[in-house]
């Protein structure tokens, strides 16, 4: 019945690759308030093209006219995700634990890379009692070498007396970020972007600054621990993520981890 159809190999390329261009999109912008406006497009450009097949010009015009004269205005509104998206293409961490060589299972090194959630949790509630500041930044797809190259490098496995040893207050690596890489600490003493968001209330300052910034420009999670209230925050996606309980913020750190 479809005969009339052509439909060669490169038509199912060419939609698989749409179908994973669409994935990364979808798993950049999930949790934002750009997902909206994502949706909005893609219904936009659906009417568009259906009204396109049907031949009714007026209307496949106009919405012709709106999506190309809009190129402009969606790389202005989706400015921090095109730059997250090609940050991520161009900085893809393939060593990591979900990279393509670390799938072939019997390359792997008998360390495991799975990030001890646990512990870097217990340390931030042990430095949250003495209300010893701290930041860590945990890595995720996109390689943070950009980032590392202005600390100091180091290699240890993650672990409670570890973390709360670099952030003790007397300690010469105490100040700047942590971060952490497959379960090692791989540099402290880091300097991180600042957020000029200003959404950001006034009571918090540089610590948290920097924390949402390197979470706006890649796909790290930072948590970080308040010098002044011992408060914990955990932040994503240039945000808080609201937690209750240690255990609940363990298990949404986990989760992100594993995603
Ligand atoms: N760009 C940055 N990158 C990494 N760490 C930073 C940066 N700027 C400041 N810090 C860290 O934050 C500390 C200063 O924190 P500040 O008191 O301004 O922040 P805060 O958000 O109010 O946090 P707190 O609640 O702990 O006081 C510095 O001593 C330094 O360790």
Same mark, same amino acid.
């Given at each position: ?33 750009? &997902?909206?406006?994502? =949706?909005?497009?893609?219904? /936009?450009?659906? &009417? ?8 009714? *010009? ?7 006219? #709106?999506?190309? %004269?809009?190129? /402009?205005?969606? &790389? ?5 995700? /095109? ?5 991520? =293409? ?19 090194? *008998?360390?495991?890379? *799975? &990030? ?34 202005? %600390? ?41 972007? =600042? ?17 949402? %910034? ?12 308040? *010098? ?6 955990? /932040? ?16 949404? #750190? ?6």
């Amino acid at each position: 019945m479809l005969d009339f159809i052509p439909f060669s190999i490169l038509d199912v390329l060419d939609i698989l690759l749409v179908a994973t261009l669409l994935y990364y999109i979808y798993k950049l912008l999930k949790g934002t308030v750009a &997902i909206n406006i994502f =949706i909005g497009i893609a219904f /936009i450009f659906l &009417i568009w093209k259906i009204t396109q097949a049907l031949k009714m *010009e007026m209307l496949s015009g106009i919405l012709g006219y #709106l999506l190309s %004269g809009g190129v /402009i205005a969606l &790389i202005i509104v989706f400015q921090q995700e /095109i730059r997250k998206f090609l940050l991520m =293409i161009g900085t893809t961490n393939f060593s990591s634990k979900k990279g393509f060589l670390n799938q072939l299972k019997f390359l792997q090194s *008998e360390i495991s890379s *799975e &990030i001890d959630t646990e512990k870097i949790i217990r340390a931030c509630s042990n430095m949250s009692k003495t209300k010893t500041g701290a930041l860590i930044v945990i890595e995720r797809t996109n390689g943070l070498d950009f980032l590392i190259n202005n %600390g100091d490098a180091m290699n240890a496995l993650v672990n409670e007396v570890i973390l709360e040893s670099i952030f003790f207050k007397n300690s010469p690596l105490h100040d700047g970020a942590t971060i952490i890489r497959d379960n090692f600490v791989v540099a402290t003493r880091v300097v991180l972007p =600042i957020s000029d968001s200003t959404k950001i209330p006034a009571r918090f300052g540089l610590r948290h600054r920097a924390a949402i %910034g390197v979470s706006e420009k890649t796909d790290a999670v930072c948590l970080l621990v308040s *010098e002044e209230t011992g408060e914990i925050s955990y /932040i994503k996606d240039g945000g808080f993520v609201l937690h209750s309980t240690i255990d609940e913020l363990n298990e949404k #750190l986990k989760n992100d981890l594993a995603s």
